[in-house]
């Protein structure tokens, strides 16, 4: 069975018309491919254009040795914490990280507070402080936080006028320290604060966690969360606990090493093999030459969050729910991009690659660029925006088309969309999101 995978594609006849099509997000489909080989043919060609794993997906960090749970909120997280932990048992053997919007500007007496749900002992970070299992640790309210070789490193909060956003901040260290051993959990508060963080732990290999909309006080930071695309529960905040609490009871948590579970499948072979099969023939992608420690981490995550202790058992979920093989695929690929992600290319693009591509055309002749291996789409449209800018200051206006391919079917439907949380943007400079950007509810399209 062969999955379905269209690539997308925007276009205009002229700049004027590109600009709009850039800015409303609109793509369409260029003709689909008939034959299976030729998907297939797709699929290779992809797959040849992903890129490696990045620093997350290396050798592990050398973190605290267990499972390290982030948890962001804003307005109305403490009541929803407040029930997490009411419901969370003490001996889970997990650290608990609190990161909430304070006031900087006073004192917090937060610790204290949280002390009246739940027997753990509670205390605000202080810089150096190591982390410990079973014990909750709170952000103070004047200061960034993040982690650094198991432990808690403060910083002055930055007085700059630009959105603050801690919580992405410590998300971002969390998994940089602990790799596939962080857990994110995001709950009640307004804004998208904690989005892109939980991202980066789900690209690792750990596990994302949201508050569902419906006992949220405030949706807005769970909405963003959950807008991105990368979560594996969404729970009202009892429900977070219990699965915490069978996330610290699974074999492969238990000895410290989340996603990990080489020494099952060296010891099965075979279920290996059979996984690598299944897989060929959902999706039309050989991952056998795929990195094995990238391939073990990433079935052991799929096999807690499945309630799964052994390999064989993951292999009949796999032969009974064809849905498992599609989420193990997306697992497998990691979805690292965002807005001009890189500078230096952009630039090149500018003052090198679309001077000769205009020079050896006919003005009138449309140009077409591919972007494969688009991911969620932020470089074709950062590639679109910077041909619209370039076309601008030649005052030359030839019929444009922009196609990006991937071989997840999941990140070309986000990238269709073209819908993305604020926390995505924040490095486009604010001309550009005046220029090519609509402001939303969610975010920015």
Same mark, same amino acid.
């Given at each position: 069975?062969?999955?379905?995978?269209?690539?997308?594609?925007?276009?205009?006849?002229?700049?004027? #018309?590109?600009?709009?099509?850039?800015?409303?997000?609109?793509?369409?489909?260029?003709?689909?491919?008939?034959?299976?080989?030729?998907?297939?043919?797709?699929? #290779?060609?992809?797959?040849?254009?992903?890129?490696?794993?990045?620093?997350?997906?290396?050798?592990?960090?050398?973190?605290?040795?267990?499972?390290?749970?982030?948890?962001?909120?804003?307005?109305?997280?403490?009541?929803? =914490?407040?029930?997490?932990?009411?419901?969370? /048992?003490?001996?889970?053997?997990?650290?608990?990280? =609190?990161?909430?919007?304070?006031?900087?500007?006073?004192?917090?007496?937060?610790?204290?507070?949280?002390?009246?749900?739940? /027997?753990?002992? @509670?205390?605000?970070?202080?810089?150096?402080?190591?982390?410990?299992?079973?014990?909750?640790?709170? &952000?103070?309210?004047?200061?960034?936080?993040?982690? =650094?070789?198991?432990?808690?490193?403060?910083?002055?909060?930055?007085?700059?006028?630009?959105?603050?956003?801690?919580?992405?901040?410590?998300?971002?260290?969390?998994?940089?320290?602990?790799?596939?051993?962080?857990?994110?959990? @995001?709950?009640?508060?307004?804004?998208?604060?904690?989005?892109?963080?939980?991202?980066?732990?789900?690209?690792?290999?750990?596990?994302?966690?949201?508050?569902?909309?419906?006992? %949220?006080?405030?949706?807005?930071?769970?909405?963003?969360?959950?807008?991105?695309?990368?979560?594996?529960?969404?729970?009202?905040? #009892?429900?977070?606990?219990?699965?915490?609490?069978?996330?610290?009871?699974?074999?492969?948590?238990?000895?410290?090493?989340?996603?990990?579970?080489?020494?099952?499948?060296?010891?099965?072979?075979? %279920?290996?093999?059979?996984?690598?099969?299944?897989?060929?023939?959902?999706?039309?992608?050989?991952?056998?030459?795929?990195?094995?420690?990238?391939?073990?981490?990433?079935?052991?995550?799929? &096999?807690?969050?499945?309630?799964? *202790?052994?390999?064989?058992?993951?292999?009949?979920?796999?032969?009974?729910?064809?849905?498992?093989?599609?989420?193990?695929?997306?697992?497998?690929?990691?979805?690292?991009?965002? =807005?001009?992600?890189?500078?230096?290319?952009?630039?090149?693009?500018? #003052?090198?690659?679309?001077?000769?591509?205009?020079?050896?055309?006919?003005?009138?002749? /449309?140009?077409?660029?591919? @972007?494969?291996?688009?991911?969620?789409?932020? *470089?074709?449209?950062?590639?679109?925006?910077?041909?619209?800018?370039?076309?601008?200051?030649?005052?030359?206006? /030839?019929?444009?088309?922009?196609?990006?391919?991937?071989?997840?079917?999941?990140?070309?439907?986000?990238?269709?969309?073209?819908?993305?949380?604020?926390?995505?943007?924040?490095?486009?400079?604010?001309?550009?999101?005046?220029?090519?950007?609509?402001?939303?509810?969610?975010?920015?399209?």
């Amino acid at each position: 069975m062969a999955r379905k995978r269209a690539p997308a594609a925007s276009g205009g006849s002229g700049a004027s #018309k590109t600009k709009r099509a850039v800015k409303k997000k609109k793509a369409t489909s260029p003709q689909k491919k008939s034959a299976t080989a030729r998907k297939a043919s797709s699929r #290779k060609t992809e797959a040849q254009s992903r890129e490696e794993p990045r620093a997350s997906e290396s050798p592990r960090s050398q973190g605290a040795g267990f499972p390290v749970v982030g948890i962001g909120a804003s307005a109305g997280g403490l009541e929803a =914490f407040t029930e997490l932990l009411e419901h969370l /048992p003490i001996d889970t053997g997990m650290a608990f990280v =609190f990161a909430q919007h304070l006031d900087p500007r006073h004192k917090s007496n937060l610790a204290q507070i949280l002390s009246r749900s739940t /027997p753990m002992p @509670i205390q605000e970070a202080t810089d150096g402080m190591r982390l410990e299992p079973n014990q909750i640790y709170v &952000m103070p309210p004047d200061r960034d936080m993040a982690v =650094f070789h198991g432990a808690l490193s403060l910083m002055p909060r930055p007085e700059s006028k630009a959105r603050h956003l801690a919580i992405d901040f410590f998300l971002h260290s969390l998994v940089e320290d602990q790799d596939g051993n962080a857990i994110g959990v @995001i709950l009640s508060g307004t804004a998208s604060d904690g989005a892109r963080g939980l991202q980066a732990i789900r690209a690792a290999g750990g596990i994302a966690i949201v508050q569902n909309l419906e006992s %949220a006080r405030h949706d807005g930071m769970p909405r963003s969360a959950i807008a991105a695309g990368d979560v594996d529960f969404v729970l009202a905040p #009892k429900d977070i606990a219990a699965e915490l609490a069978r996330i610290g009871r699974h074999p492969h948590v238990d000895r410290g090493r989340l996603p990990e579970a080489g020494e099952d499948m060296a010891k099965a072979p075979d %279920a290996l093999q059979k996984i690598f099969v299944f897989l060929r023939c959902a999706c039309v992608v050989v991952f056998a030459n795929y990195h094995r420690s990238t391939v073990q981490r990433r079935i052991s995550r799929r &096999m807690v969050l499945n309630q799964i *202790e052994n390999l064989e058992h993951y292999v009949r979920l796999l032969q009974q729910n064809p849905t498992e093989a599609d989420a193990l695929f997306e697992d497998l690929w990691i979805n690292v991009t965002e =807005f001009f992600r890189d500078e230096g290319a952009f630039d090149a693009l500018k #003052k090198t690659v679309f001077p000769r591509l205009l020079k050896s055309k006919p003005a009138n002749d /449309p140009i077409r660029v591919w @972007i494969p291996a688009g991911s969620t789409g932020e *470089e074709a449209y950062s590639v679109a925006i910077c041909l619209l800018e370039y076309l601008g200051e030649k005052d030359v206006h /030839p019929p444009i088309q922009i196609f990006a391919t991937d071989v997840s079917d999941m990140a070309i439907e986000r990238a269709r969309a073209g819908s993305y949380p604020e926390n995505a943007v924040a490095e486009v400079s604010p001309e550009r999101l005046r220029r090519f950007f609509d402001k939303s509810d969610s975010g920015y399209e």
